[in-house]
């Protein structure tokens, strides 16, 4: 076997299996029950979904130009997941989207309660 | 354990003391250096004009953009880096598949908690990368982080009962441990070593409401 034949199937496989992470992250937003659980699929199997399809196409295409750009689109990916998934996150969590019902604890109603102690305290 | 353990980590320093003139200096080339290198890497060549160019406009970009200063006081520790990249991407491999598991199974509703874990070392650079670090890891997801006492609030799904909740917990010590490891100053690696997991402030016990 070449070494190109070798190198189209590793193409292969990553760009399969990204896209079946893909598929499972899609799954995952239809059947998760809430927003916060939702949130767990966009940002994990959908991260690695898409650097394995990215992987898969810097295989197959092998020139210099594409590679580097295909690294940007990577990196940014990897920095930008987790700060969409805290916004989305923190801007849905007070809300009756959240099923408080599945959760064993809830830590942060706490401290909210208590930060709104202290502002209530600062005005009094 | 003694009682300052029980408390959340106080600031280990003012959490942003002005910045010396070496480290803003530090801080303008290190944003230079990542903003051309993203340049070149969109054109694909690495040539005199590529690089010419990215530092006229990376120079333009930070003069009508400047960047919220950041204290960095500590330095890259190679191994303990290639360390926090190897388990980060095998953390990478098994949330995905963790998550994808979870979606596929049949007639499984997850359960999940909000648990908040005060950092040990509360700087800004450490807060934001453990955060980062921390979405993209089984079971987690952040929330919310209060820079005044360093506390990070964390979504944890897939957990069954409170033990599993604690031994989460420690999970995030880990990684702030093994993000500390890589890029901590000599300060905040004694700081992680000695604290080793404090234990849950008190008053942020929540019963689900």
């Known amino acids: 076997m070449t070494l190109d034949a070798v190198l189209d199937i590793v193409a292969a496989v990553c760009l399969i299996s990204g896209a079946l992470l893909s598929l499972a992250a899609g799954v995952a937003l239809v059947r998760f029950p809430d927003l916060l659980t939702r949130m767990h699929a966009a940002a994990k199997p959908q991260v690695l979904g898409l650097l394995l399809v990215l992987v898969g196409c810097g295989v197959r295409l092998r020139t210099g130009v594409d590679i580097t750009t295909l690294v940007l689109v990577g990196v940014f990916q990897l920095a930008t997941a987790p700060v969409a998934a805290h916004m989305i996150g923190r801007a849905g969590y007070p809300h009756e989207e959240i099923r408080t019902d599945l959760l064993l604890t809830d830590e942060l109603a706490a401290h909210l309660d208590r930060l709104a102690g202290e502002r209530d305290e600062a005005r009094a | ?209």
Do not use: C, K
């Not at chain 2, 953390?91 to 999940?112: F, G, I, K």
């Not at chain 2, 005044?148 to 957990?159: N, Y």
């Open chain 2, 1 to 209: 354990m003694n009682p300052d353990q029980m408390t959340p980590a106080p600031p280990t320093e003012p959490p942003n003391p002005p910045l010396t003139r070496s480290a803003r200096q530090r801080n303008q080339i290190t944003a230079m250096v990542g903003l051309v290198t993203v340049w070149v890497l969109l054109w694909g060549t690495l040539s005199w004009a590529n690089v010419i160019f990215g530092l006229v406009v990376a120079a333009i970009l930070l003069a009508v953009f400047p960047l919220p200063p950041v204290t960095f006081a500590g330095r890259i520790h190679p191994i303990g880096m290639l360390r926090f990249w190897r388990r980060f991407l095998s953390d990478l491999v098994v949330a995905s598949v963790q998550v994808a598991w979870l979606a596929l199974r049949p007639r499984h509703v997850p359960r999940s908690a909000i648990i908040a874990v005060p950092m040990r070392v509360n700087t800004d650079l450490n807060l934001t990368l453990t955060a980062e670090a921390l979405t993209l890891v089984p079971g987690s997801l952040i929330l919310e982080a209060d820079r005044a006492t360093g506390t990070l609030f964390v979504h944890v799904i897939g957990v069954n009962s409170r033990d599993e909740v604690e031994q989460f917990r420690r999970g995030v010590y880990d990684l702030e441990a093994r993000i500390v490891e890589a890029i901590g100053s000599p300060d905040e690696l004694r700081r992680v070593r000695t604290i080793g997991y404090p234990n849950p402030p008190a008053d942020l016990e929540g019963e689900p409401t």
